[in-house]
């Protein structure tokens, strides 16, 4: 079976400095995707960025990137330059491609961001 | 494209009565999943439906919980009678063929 650890329930950060989320998943598959999504009060589950297990390069999008070692079983989530709108539960999540693509989530990390 | 359609936002009921929940994915999407997030938690996987069949069902409650798809679209989740565990935000998903999931806003139910 597929578990997603997250060992950090709570971080804060400074507004405009960077943080780094921590998550591990542990899996016998080769083929899969590594997902993390951010979840602000409102309550919807929004995409923030994806990375597919095949490649090495690691995945980036505008302040998000991640540092995904497959060997480690290890994918993290730095934020550089932090808003205010950054305040939110961050989930990392795992799908395996090939089976029943259901989606596994980590228990999260409740992410502030301070003025 | 508009996104995933999830009613009501709320729901407050007494323990032991019936509640029924409704998705609405987006179009084209042939699959859709109904996750349950208790509370401090991440979401848990009810459901996943391919078109109208049950794809994975394996932690559903079925002694108390029911899904159904009815001609592959919309989507409705039952929980009859409820219990005060059952307290928690319902989120509905939709993907199409790999695709990342697109989620709902969920519905948060409070059993009293």
């Known amino acids: 079976a597929q578990t997603v650890t997250q060992s950090q329930p709570e971080m804060s950060v400074q507004e405009a400095e960077t943080v780094t989320l921590s998550c591990t998943y542990d899996?016998?598959?080769?083929?899969?995707?590594l997902f993390w999504y951010k979840q602000p009060p409102s309550r919807q589950m929004i995409l923030v960025i994806r990375?597919?297990?095949?490649?090495?390069q690691n995945a980036t999008e505008n302040r998000f990137s991640v540092n995904f070692q497959k060997a480690a079983k290890s994918f993290s989530l730095k934020i550089s330059d932090s808003q205010l709108g950054d305040t939110a539960m961050y989930f990392c999540?795992?799908?395996?491609?090939?089976?029943?693509?259901?989606?596994?989530f980590g228990k999260g990390t409740k992410l502030t961001v301070n003025p | 494209e508009a996104g995933v359609a999830q009613s009501p936002r709320y729901k407050i009921i007494e323990k032991r009565q019936s509640v029924a929940f409704w998705c609405n994915p987006i179009?084209?999407?042939?699959?859709l999943y109904w996750y349950q997030q208790i509370l401090g938690q991440g979401p848990k996987l009810l459901i996943q439906?391919?078109?109208?069949?049950?794809?994975?069902d394996s932690q559903l409650p079925k002694d108390r919980f029911s899904a159904e798809r009815l001609k592959g679209v919309d989507s409705t989740l039952k929980i009859q009678p409820a219990k005060l565990e059952d307290s928690a935000v319902y989120l509905c998903?939709?993907?199409?063929?790999?695709?990342?999931?697109?989620f709902g806003n969920g519905t948060r139910l409070t059993v009293t």
């Open positions: 990375q597919e297990a095949y490649k090495q």
């Open positions: 999540a795992f799908i395996f491609q090939g089976g029943s693509e259901k989606l596994v």
């Open positions: 439906f391919q078109n109208n069949g049950v794809v994975d």
């Open positions: 179009s084209g999407h042939a699959t």
């Open positions: 998903a939709s993907s199409q063929d790999g695709s990342p999931l697109h």
């Open positions: 899996t016998s598959e080769n083929n899969y995707y």
